[in-house]
């Protein structure tokens, strides 16, 4: 148990994979840079991250959880090749989401690196 941001990879080495299921949706904008680019420390060269987010109208419903839309996260990793591999509709997995008013959400799955 640990703030992730205080953690260093001379701690825990580095890694060939990393996978963010939830952690980046988790966090409001302002942080989102630096985790993305703590996150990156962690890997090894030519190391890959596979990373699930989620779309939605922010103006509909607060997070946590937070829309992450694609154009972010292609800024957050633009020093990686970025690529889209699945993205789907789950609003109807996700009815709690209906009920604080979204309409439409989207989880979609990236690899990075």
Known sequence: VGD????QPGRTGKFNWIY???ALIALPPATRK?????LTAFLEPG???LLITIEYDQKRMGGP???VPESEVRSLFSDSPI???HSHD????????????LDWMKEIVYRIG
């Open 4 to 7: 992730f941001f205080e953690l």
């Open 20 to 22: 963010d299921r939830a």
């Open 34 to 38: 630096a985790y993305a680019e703590r």
């Open 47 to 49: 190391g890959k991250i």
């Open 65 to 67: 959880p937070f829309s």
């Open 83 to 85: 690529q889209k591999l």
């Open 90 to 101: 789950c609003l109807d997995e996700e009815s709690q989401f209906k009920a604080r008013g």
